[in-house]
T-cell receptor, first 118, second 111 residues
Framework: QDQLVQSGAEVKKPGSSVKVSCKAS????????FSWVRQAPGQGLEWMGRIIPILDIANYTQKFQGRVTITADKSTSTAYMELNSLRSEDTAVYYCTRGGTSFDMDVWGKGTTITVSS | QSALTQPASVSGSPGQSITISCTGTSSDVGGYNYVSWYQQHPGKAPKLMIY???NRPSGISNRFSGSKSGNTASLTISGLQAEDEADYYC???????????FGTGTKVTVL
């Protein structure tokens, strides 16, 4: 069964950085894209960016440009999302997702809760 | 890039049909057949229900169907069941600024 296993919850100080991992199983890692989507408490879904492992190309939404870095390690089938200069508004659940047939996301990780607090 | 517009809530009785709308622009919903729908139960990750406007992934009940007209996409749930009570989000490819844009989300209540 295809699945994405994410790293555990973290509590970070404002101004610090966090790096979340997402290990994929099932399917051929390099043949998919992997996106990161976040959801603040009680709020909707927000797409942050994606990586195309076979091309090693990442795309980011303008809101997070310069503050987020998405990478992939093909040798371990793991995608990563690093977010810098954390602020309280970054407190959210961060989901790793796998690109499906086209511009959809067919497999989701369980989510990683990041809490930013002094 | 603004979020796609969805009604905040929709409700129906068991066995009824409900429809959730998702309104965008010609740069997203209206311009491409890349509309997806996701179901999210409380405390859980979203689940893909519909992709490319009207296609169901393997294992998704045929009670769920999608359509699109102009800049508005729709998700219809027929034969409403208690387990359908959840939040639903639409998503579309967009040619502006970012590849994906999500809808504002709709809470479905089964009366």
């Amino acid at each position: 069964q295809d699945q994405l296993v994410q790293s555990g919850a973290e509590v970070k100080k404002p101004g610090s950085s966090v790096k979340v991992s997402c290990k994929a199983s099932g399917g051929t890692f390099s043949s998919y894209t992997f996106s990161w989507v976040r959801q603040a408490p009680g709020q909707g879904l927000e797409w942050m960016g994606r990586i195309i492992p076979i091309l090693d190309i990442a795309n980011y939404t303008q809101k997070f440009q310069g503050r987020v870095t998405i990478t992939a390690d093909k040798s371990t089938s793991t995608a990563y999302m690093e977010l810098n200069s954390l602020r309280s508004e970054d407190t959210a659940v961060y989901y790793c997702t796998r690109g499906g047939t086209s511009f959809d996301m067919d497999v989701w990780g369980k989510g990683t809760t990041i809490t930013v607090s002094s | 890039q603004s979020a796609l517009t969805q009604p905040a809530s929709v409700s129906g009785s068991p066995g009824q049909s409900i429809t959730i709308s998702c309104t965008g622009t010609s740069s997203d919903v209206g311009g491409y057949n890349y509309v997806s729908w996701y179901q999210q139960h409380p405390g859980k990750a979203p689940k893909l229900m519909i992709y490319e406007v009207n296609n169901r992934p393997s294992g998704i009940s045929n009670r769920f169907s999608g359509s699109k007209s102009g800049n508005t996409a729709s998700l219809t749930i027929s034969g409403l069941q208690a387990e359908d009570e959840a939040d639903y989000y639409c998503s579309s490819y967009t040619s502006i600024n970012t590849f994906y844009v999500f809808g504002t989300g709709t809470k479905v209540t089964v009366l």
